[in-house]
């Protein structure tokens, strides 16, 4: 009897915790299903910002399944399909040509001048200059679209607007330097130039901790003491434009009239002429799209 009862008392206590170890063992995605799963699974992390505290990420943030809403967003922007989401960029291809004869290499003495990088994927770039469009859409924009543009911000031209482009960046764009006062550089002696340089990085570092490695000189105007005052400041590369997106529609600078892989994209900041900053990236993502092109960061590329 004793016996018995022992023998039962086992079999209960094996009754009772064998189910917790079972449930403890059993992969989660197995105990939900597997579209329960699906539907209960964090959705990609974002991006915590690029090096040098520039917004975005490796592609502009644009890795990972968007979602359903940013699937749909394309159309509030007046795009008929969604755009192609880059592909990760590849180090940059060595020896990469620059306007004034330089390379692209580390090994350069003087910051390369470039309005075209050469490389294989499907992609351009899009710049904006000086900081005087602070249409609050445009931000929406690049958010949701999680366009990954690039700012050369004038401080003179940005005034007490900073706080806008601290949002801008908090949807990923990178804000880079276009000299405090919007001075045509080349002809200026160095001390000159570097006050205008340097003098932006340090507001730049001040307004958002950050050490912009891209300077565009205004009007596209630079000289070889340009190169030094730039270097002297931290200045990697010097970036120009082979496009111009414009009230009617794009110009270049030279070489083919279209679109090209590595094409550097400036988007005339001038509204007075015609169509709102929004309404010309519109344009110019659908003209893009045609192109078979996608839009990608230029900071992973230089």
Known sequence: MRTRRAVT??????????????A???????????????????????????TDGQGGGRGGGQGGDRGEEDRESYRRWGLSAPLARPPAPAAPLSGSPALDGTSVGRAAALPPVVDHVTTRDPVVFLTYDDGAERDPRFVDMVGELRLPVSMFLTDSVVGPGYGHFARLRSVGASLQNHTLDHAALRGLPYAGQRAEICGQQQKLHARFGLRPRLFRPPYGRYDTTTLRAAADCGITA??????????????????PHRLRPGDI?????????GPTLRERTTRLLRRIQEEGLTVGRLEDYL
Do not use: F, N
């Open 24 to 50: 403890q063992s059993v992969d989660p995605i197995e105990r939900l299903g597997k579209k329960a799963a699906e539907r209960v699974a964090p959705h990609d992390a974002p991006h915590d910002g690029a």
């Open 238 to 255: 010097l970036v120009l434009w082979r496009a111009s997106m414009g009230p009617a529609d794009l110009t270049y600078t030279h070489g």
């Open 265 to 273: 994209v400036a988007v005339d900041p001038d509204e007075l002429l």
């Open 9 to 22: 008392a086992v079999l209960l206590a094996l009754a009772v915790t064998a189910p917790v170890g079972c």
